[in-house]
Nanobody
Framework: QVQLVESGGGSVQAGGSLRLSCEVSEDIFGFDLGWYRQAPGKERELVATRPRWGSPNYADSVQGRFTASRDNGKNTMYLQMNNLKPEDTAVYYC?????????WGQGTQVTVSS
């Protein structure tokens, strides 16, 4: 029922930047949001959280390079990714949580070459 659509993925060289967007079909004011990624041969991992209140949290591997933000008026969450590394290559997923419900986007591919 709640739909999340990621966009902004692509292929870049190491050191480049991308900005991912996650558009949500509902008012996101009451949602805790986050970004996950799944690299080849690995399990899905948390990249960043962007809760309703408070500051974002980041995985150690992206700390200082990625910035998660949200625009409640546009029902959109963003992930600004700077100084990308080949190890950042993965499918990135948007996640929303409210109460006992969890929602996932379809994912967007990010490929970083050296």
């Amino acid at each position: 029922q709640v739909q999340l659509v990621e966009s902004g993925g692509g292929s870049v060289q190491a050191g480049g930047s991308l900005r991912l967007s996650c558009e949500v079909s509902e008012d996101i004011f009451g949602f805790d949001l986050g970004w996950y990624r799944q690299a080849p041969g690995k399990e899905r991992e948390l990249v960043a959280t962007r809760p309703r209140w408070g500051s974002p949290n980041y995985a150690d591997s992206v700390q200082g390079r990625f910035t998660a933000s949200r625009d409640n008026g546009k029902n959109t969450m963003y992930l600004q990714m700077n100084n990308l590394k080949p190890e950042d290559t993965a499918v990135y997923y948007c996640h929303a949580h409210q109460g006992a419900s969890d929602y996932w986007g379809q994912g967007t591919q990010v490929t970083v070459s050296s």
